[in-house]
């Protein structure tokens, strides 16, 4: 018997030991690896994510002007936001903010400061940058430089509707405008100038002058106008970055032309809008040795306004063209030329200097031709001249550069002009709301000054969603709501009780 249980004690199987402290172990480094793979993608996703705007108007996404300067900046750039939770653009400047602070990659610091909550530190910092506003405002600080932006700077806000109990309403939030204009400059340092030529009868730049949304305009991206009469210096100052001619009524005489030529020959900037009206032949023929002719012509076209009814206007209907760095960014965007323009010829081979480039900024649209017999009341002669070459392309903007480079990223010291053939574009009265205008003015400073990288940027304009329907539309939504609403819930209890009853 004994024998037998021996037997049968062995046959049974030996109970393995479970060795907790290993499954223990496991466990904890299984734990650690997920915390720490966890860790790992929070911090790439951290530091490395992209953000997309999805809104239909594109309210805080930021231009590429502000991009490419925030690349620019060397050092860091502090901002602090003295912002009342009661100001219409609140929400609107801190979502900004946020952007600007996404793009600048670590270099902007930004502080929010309540100054009806934290006293103390909104006195603190009051008193280190003298603020001696009580309006809503943001201070900007870089390199022991600060400039403060009132929220009256960045916004259009329309209060006729408090007197009906509505709130006020803002009518163009123009924060980044305001912001990255405070930004250039702080990082600029010193303002570059432009020299207004005067003397001519051209728009004055001050009192009641018709330039003036163009002139702020312009000086919101560090640059300040300088009136300059030709009459009264031996030479264009060297200070004097740019000079701007807007549409002189008088021809120049043969010093002051002197004094244009030299500085152009010292590699000089000019923007040159010519009046049509205007007999300038001393200036028509400086632009003919560079190349460029000025036509005494006027840009017509004829419109339908009947089956069997035509008019006439004047009024020029263009286009940008997108192969120069002034316009890359306007491709095929098109602008109203208000009263007369005519068209310009490029004719490279006459220019006198070598290495002297011309490229097209502006034509007329299809259908506009240019009769040299202008002041003609004859109907069916400008009808005649208008079948003549109605295909061909008129230009009324053209960039002339001596000595640069074809390659953009090759910088090399040039003089360089852009020349259009119509000075009232820029007037406040022919402004359009989607400021083209502003835009091209914008790009050809910017290219003069050889700042390329910068381009202006227009205010954002809130936009209603609005839809019309027509009657055959109306009928179809009758259709879907009285007849395809119902039928959907129906088919399918019908499908439902079906399926149950088999």
């Not at 805080?60 to 003295?82: P, W």
């Not at 929010?112 to 201070?139: C, G, H, Q, T």
């Not at 359009?432 to 990288?453: K, P, Y």
Request: net charge positive; charged share 25%.
């Amino acid at each position: 018997m004994e024998t037998v249980t021996i037997a049968e004690e062995t046959k049974q199987p030996t109970r393995k030991k479970i060795r907790r402290l290993q499954i223990g172990l496991n466990v904890l480094v299984q734990v650690v690896l997920v915390l720490f793979l966890a860790a790992m993608v929070n911090s790439v996703a951290f530091k490395h994510y992209k953000r997309w705007d999805f809104s239909r108007d594109k309210k805080y996404a930021l231009s590429d002007k502000t991009k490419r300067f925030l690349n620019t900046i060397k050092g860091k750039v502090r901002i602090t936001v003295f912002f009342s939770p009661n100001t219409p653009i609140t929400v609107d400047v801190q979502n900004l903010l946020t952007e600007f602070q996404y793009t600048a990659k670590g270099k902007i610091d930004i502080e929010n400061i309540d100054p009806e909550r934290n006293l103390s530190r909104a006195k603190e910092v009051v008193d280190k940058y003298k603020v001696v506003s009580d309006e809503s405002l943001l201070v900007i600080d870089y390199a022991g430089r600060n400039k403060t932006v009132k929220a009256s700077e960045m916004a259009d806000v329309d209060q006729s509707g408090m007197a009906f109990g509505e709130g006020p309403r803002v009518t163009a939030f123009k924060g980044e405008q305001a912001i990255t204009s405070a930004m250039m400059d702080l990082v600029e340092g010193k303002k570059n100038t432009l020299g207004y030529v005067l003397g001519h009868k051209e728009p004055p730049l001050a009192g009641n002058t018709p330039i003036s949304v163009l002139k702020t305009f312009i000086e919101n991206e560090n640059i300040k106008f300088q009136e300059l009469n030709l009459f009264d210096v031996g030479a264009i100052p060297l200070e004097l970055k740019a000079a701007v001619i807007d549409g002189p009524q008088y021809d120049f005489s043969d010093r002051e032309m002197k004094l244009v030529r030299d500085f152009w020959e010292k590699q000089g900037r000019i923007l040159l809008l010519l009046d049509p009206a205007a007999k300038t032949p001393k200036l028509n023929a400086f632009l003919n040795e560079l190349g460029v002719k000025a036509n005494d012509d006027r840009l017509m076209v004829f419109l339908r306004t009947g089956i069997q009814e035509v008019a006439l206007t004047r009024d020029v209907q263009a286009h940008f063209l997108g192969g120069s760095p002034i316009t890359k960014r306007l491709p095929e965007v098109r602008a109203l030329f208000f009263g007369g323009t005519s068209s310009l010829t490029l004719e490279p081979e006459r220019a006198r200097a070598p290495n002297i480039r011309l490229e097209p900024l502006i034509q007329a649209e299809k259908g506009y031709f240019a009769e040299k017999d202008y002041n003609s009341n004859d109907q069916a002669k400008l009808q005649a001249d208008a079948k003549r070459n109605p295909d061909t392309p008129l230009t009324i903007g053209v960039s002339i550069e001596k000595g640069g480079s074809a390659d953009e990223r090759v910088q090399v010291n040039s003089a360089r002009m852009v020349v259009v053939s119509n000075a009232t574009f820029i007037q406040d009265n022919a402004l359009t709301q989607d400021q083209q205008a502003l835009d091209f003015i914008s790009g050809s400073v910017n290219w003069l000054l050889s700042r390329e990288q910068l381009i202006g940027i227009a205010p954002k304009v809130p936009k209603t969603l609005t839809f019309s329907l027509n009657e055959d539309a109306l009928r179809s939504l009758r259709w879907i709501i009285l007849v395809l609403l119902p039928l959907v819930p129906a088919v399918i209890g019908g499908a439902v009780w079906w399926r149950r009853r088999a």
